[in-house]
């Protein structure tokens, strides 16, 4: 701000003085030619007085003009950096800078592929991958206001996968599509190029150019092979390829500071196949009772020594997704790993294979001002099993762990009134619904209350346009029409919330939430007593009218808790649950326990290891909470907040080669966070929160895993792991 005063300061003083010393040298030559053309000297000629003062004017509004240019090209003090769009930006570390979240990286990134293409009609090309990535960036709107007049899978297998209808019928013998232009947004796999080099040569859907934008880095060969594509197909001037590009947006911003992997929806067989208020999880199939496997997720969770199947293919997709999401904010990564995971130090030594050998230019952004690295851990599931078990109580999280949101941001909940009937199908994206992007943090009573006022204020809106209609003028008529758009898109909103925030209450009562949330929180929290706690737990486990899912819960974090203070206490929870829920659910208790367990993980989850974090935890327990509901904190938010001052162990979090040792101990430009098996969305609202305070220093924090998880995807997953550990 004192650079800018200084600046228009000076800028000021240059501008008048100039002015005056324009009219100055103005006026003596006016006069002198006036005086000159009375002696008739041939080399002067006399101007008319009114033709000299329109002239002068000219002269005064190009200066002006010239010097507001100068203020307009003036440079940026400090570093450089290239932003998103190709465009100069300051790259200062201070508070002062502007930081980019990432779903604006995304949506930037598309606009400019759109915007590249030029104009005229255009089709936009996805797969099933990039669907969601474009839809979580753009709105339909956006899209249409860029020309776009269809969304078209790329291959027949992404239009089952996407949902998309391609436009069937047309062969490359119809000329009907020669003038539009495709845009193919996709990931850079081999069946992408393949499905790519069938369109350019004509075999399916033909248009008359294509512009590809690759997700990730593209590998010489696959170039290759669209290159021939082409060139079979036209060569010379007709060639239809006119640009290929990689647009580094090979992960899904599901908000602005969360990313995930995984593009399959979440609800397709588990939270969203059909309600299930008592939170149920997926039919077992086989003779064995094991869960019907739809998604590998679960083969993150495993060691990466079994040789699981799947299992590769998925490590590398997160290590293409990491080193994307540090291709897109442009910043020298250095990728630390939680020390007693295998599968976490494996992706981390693969991503920093990838940007030290085979792209290592790539990645050269360079570090201005003596700024630190971008930090990104990667952090084991394992290291925190607690949260993914807890009943969440803030409405984003609350729809997620009832209901499911897709990685599109789709949810599908019925109608507390008619649960039997299909669900409905919301949007809940923060860009689009101003409601829930106010309110996705707030706990459930807040919720409530928002949802009452807005209601309210609705209602008083809608009587007031009632009023007016026997009375209305026609300017107030059109003024109607204008706004009723708007007005619809509203009633459609405050439809959406009141029958979320209902069904959500009546599932909160049926399962009797609050009373079993409590006694999560008392065994969850460190620094608060759990002795007695196992009465309650164990009533809860005999009580038909608990659900499972709630005496699973409970049992695992008590044994979370007290695993070596009071093993033959967990020992008989256990065995009293095995007599109320299946086999597979003890399965996964036990499994979680073994590698979840106090001597298997890394972190110090209850603060009990060592003398200054028993006084963190009893310093933070007597600073009290506003809800007892939500008193916990995620492990996560404690690991950011070490690692934004410098102070994350390099023994627990270590780095993936000795020399960036020193490093760990100064400030990161910036952190990224991959929790390997899953983010949860208590987490997101962790970082949120701490991106938003002061405690963060500047550090801009960016959480991400292959998926979202909710509590029966995450027993689920611990049961198919099981399963893996024991064998055939």
């Known amino acids: ?28 030559f006016f006069v002198s030619k006036k005086t000159l053309s009375q002696k008739k000297k041939s080399f002067f000629f006399r101007l008319d007085d009114d033709a000299l003062a329109q002239k002068e004017r000219e002269r005064e509004s190009l200066l002006f003009f010239f010097f507001f240019l100068l203020l307009l090209k003036r440079p940026t003090r400090g570093g450089q950096r290239n932003d998103m769009d190709g465009n100069k930006a300051s790259s200062s570390s201070s508070s002062t800078t502007q930081k980019h979240s990432l779903s604006s990286i995304f949506s930037n990134y598309i606009k400019k592929a759109l915007q590249e293409t030029g104009s005229g009609m255009k089709a936009l090309l996805v797969d099933g991958a990039t669907l969601p990535v474009v839809s979580n960036a753009l709105s339909q709107t956006d899209v249409l206001k860029r020309e776009v007049f269809a969304v078209e899978p790329l291959s027949d297998g992404d239009a089952t996968s996407t949902g998309v209808v391609p436009l069937r019928g047309r062969r490359s013998e119809d000329s009907s599509l020669r003038f539009v232009k495709a845009v193919c947004i996709v990931r850079p796999t081999s069946e992408n190029v393949n499905a790519l080099c069938e369109r350019i040569s004509g075999s399916l859907t033909s248009y008359g150019e294509f512009h590809v934008f690759f997700t990730n880095t593209v590998d010489e060969h696959k170039l290759r092979a669209i290159a021939k594509a082409d060139a079979r197909k036209g060569g010379g001037e007709n060639n239809k390829v006119k640009q290929i590009q990689e647009i580094f947006c090979d992960v899904i911003a599901t908000d602005e500071c969360t990313f995930v992997i995984d593009s399959k ?11 299930d208020p008592n939170g149920g999880m997926r039919k077992r199939v086989g003779n064995n009772g094991s869960f019907q496997r739809s998604n590998y997720e679960y083969t993150l969770m495993c060691d990466p020594s079994w040789g699981v199947r799947n299992g590769t293919p998925l490590i590398d997709r997160c290590v293409e997704g990491v080193t994307s999401v540090c291709l897109a904010l442009k910043r020298p990564p250095l990728f630390r790993y939680s020390a007693k995971s295998n599968i976490a130090r494996r992706i981390a030594e693969d991503a920093q294979r990838v940007t030290s050998e085979r792209e290592p230019g790539l990645f050269d952004f360079g570090r201005r001002n003596d700024e630190g690295y971008c930090h990104a851990l990667i952090i084991d599931r394992f290291d925190d099993c607690v949260t993914p078990l807890l009943t969440q109580w803030t409405y984003q999280a609350m729809v997620h762990e009832i209901f499911g949101i ?27 619904d101003a409601f829930f992007r106010d309110h996705k943090y707030d706990d459930y009573g807040d919720v409530g209350a928002a949802v ?44 959406k919330h009141v029958q979320l925030v209902h069904t959500l209450s009546k599932v909160i009562n049926d399962r009797q939430l609050m009373k079993v949330s409590e006694i999560e929180q008392e065994l969850a929290c460190a620094g608060t007593s759990v002795n007695g706690l196992e009465k309650q737990v164990e009533e809860i486990i005999n009580d038909p009218s608990f659900g499972e899912s709630e005496k699973v819960r409970l049992v695992g974090l008590y044994c979370l808790r007290r695993e070596t203070e009071a093993p033959q206490i967990c020992q008989h929870l256990l065995r009293v649950l095995s007599n109320h829920v299946g086999g597979k659910r003890i399965d996964a208790l036990d499994c979680m326990l073994r590698r979840g367990g106090e001597n298997a993980r890394t972190s110090d989850l209850f603060g009990t290891k060592t003398i200054a974090a028993r006084m963190r935890t009893s310093v933070s327990a007597l600073k009290g909470t506003e809800n007892v509901y939500t008193r916990h904190v995620p492990l996560v938010r404690s690991l950011v907040a070490q690692c934004a001052n410098g102070k994350l162990p390099s023994i627990e979090y270590s780095p993936t080669w000795d020399g960036f040792t020193p490093e760990c101990s100064k400030k ?11 983010a949860t969305y208590a987490e997101a609202r962790a970082i949120a929160k701490f991106n938003a305070s002061k405690e963060s220093n500047g550090v801009t924090v960016t ?9 029966s995807r995450f027993i689920e997953n611990l049961a198919n792991v099981f399963d893996e550990e024991r064998g055939p």
Do not use: W
């Not at 600046?7 to 002015?19: M, S």
């Not at 789709?410 to 008619?418: E, I």
């Not at 959480?703 to 909710?710: I, P």
């Open 1 to 28: 701000e004192e650079d800018n005063f200084f600046f228009f300061f000076f800028l000021r003083k240059a501008l008048l003085f100039f002015v005056h010393f324009h009219s100055f040298i103005h006026s003596f």
């Open 265 to 275: 929806d979440c609800f397709k067989d588990d939270s969203m196949r059909a309600f």
């Open 406 to 432: 897709s990685s599109s941001n789709r949810v599908r909940a019925p109608d507390a009134q008619k649960l039997s009937k299909k669900p409905e199908e919301f949007i809940l994206s923060s860009r689009e």
């Open 452 to 495: 009452k006022k807005y209601v309210d204020d609705f209602a008083n809106e809608r009587s007031k346009t009632t009023a007016r209609k026997s009375s209305a003028s026609v300017d107030d008529v059109a003024k109607f029409v204008e706004r009723y758009p708007e007005f619809r898109q509203k009633s459609a909103t405050v439809a």
């Open 668 to 678: 990161p430009a910036e952190i990224i966070v991959f929790i390997v098996g899953g």
């Open 703 to 711: 959480l991400g895993g292959y998926s979202m998880l909710h509590q």
